[in-house]
C-alpha cells in the first residue's frame, strides 16, 4: 500500500494546516502509521504515530499543538496542526511503520 500526504501549504505562525495522508488500498492493515517531516539541511524526523487501534504517540517539539487521527473507512490519515512556528517549516511525509516505499510529500511553509 502507497501512502502519499496532501494539503501542505503557506501559513502564518499561529495558524492552523490539516494534512491528509491518503492509501492507495485499505490501511486497515496497517498497524501503525507516522508523520514525518525533512526541514531544510535537516534529517528527516518522526513527529506523530498512529497505530490500528488509534494509540498515538507524538515528538516533544509537537506535542500539545499536533493531533494524528484515522479514518479506516476513507483509508487516509490525517494531521491537524495548530499554533504552528516557523520551525514547523519542512516537508512532511506519511509513511508505514516499519517504513514502506517513500512517497513526495507535502510542503508545508511557516512565515509571516
Known amino acids: 500500500v ?22 492507495s488500498g485499505s490501511i486497515f492493515s496497517i498497524n501503525a502509521i507516522g508523520w514525518y517531516r525533512q526541514a531544510p539541511g535537516k534529517e528527516r524526523e518522526l513527529v506523530a504515530t498512529i497505530t490500528g487501534g488509534g ?15 484515522r479514518d ?14 516557523v520551525e514547523d517549516t519542512a516537508v512532511y511525509y506519511c509513511n508505514a511503520i516499519p517504513n514502506g516505499p517513500w512517497g513526495q510529500g507535502t510542503l508545508v ?4
Open 72 to 85: 479506516n473507512a476513507k483509508n487516509t490519515v490525517y494531521l491537524q496542526m495548530n499554533r504552528l512556528k
Open 109 to 112: 511553509t511557516v512565515s509571516s
Open 2 to 23: 502507497q501512502l502519499q500526504a496532501s494539503g501542505g501549504g503557506l501559513v502564518q505562525p499561529g495558524g492552523s494546516l490539516r494534512l491528509s495522508c491518503a492509501a
Open 55 to 69: 494509540s498515538t504517540n507524538y515528538a516533544d517539539s509537537v506535542k500539545d499543538r499536533f493531533t494524528i487521527s
